[in-house]
């Protein structure tokens, strides 16, 4: 599975972003699906993950109420809704599949992941 992620950019604080994630090579259909955050000089972080179906989301504490993660099986992509943006929410953003159905917000329990896109949030 290839997964690539976009729709990073620099946005003003307050203001939203839509980012997506789409695969090929493979249906994702029956995949967990994440997104994660990494700034550089630092781990890579949890933001969110959804399950196979969409029916379980679970949300980082920094991120919920103003991000939402969904996705649509029948396009094979994922979607990061980013509202509210803050400077502190500025990181590239990778997305990732894992071959269960369900979520985790480890990043070593995911199998495939998208190279990145970079949001810049300035204050």
């Known amino acids: 599975v290839q997964l690539q992620a976009y729709g990073g950019g620099l946005v003003q604080a307050g203001g939203s972003l839509k980012l997506s994630c789409g695969a090929s090579?493979?249906?994702?259909?029956?995949?967990?699906m994440g997104w994660f955050r990494q700034v550089p000089g630092k781990e890579r972080e949890f933001v969110t993950a959804i399950s196979w179906n969409g029916s379980h989301t679970y949300y980082a504490d920094s991120v919920q109420g103003r991000f939402t993660i969904s996705r649509d099986n029948a396009k094979n992509t994922l979607y990061l809704q980013m509202n509210g943006l803050k400077p502190e929410d500025t990181a590239v953003y990778y997305c990732?599949?894992?071959?269960?159905?369900?979520?985790?917000?480890?990043?070593?329990?995911?199998?495939?992941w998208g190279q990145g896109t970079l949001v810049t949030v300035s204050s």
């Open positions: 090579g493979r249906t994702l259909s029956s995949y967990g």
């Open positions: 990732a599949a894992r071959i269960r159905t369900g979520i985790s917000t480890r990043s070593y329990e995911y199998d495939f």
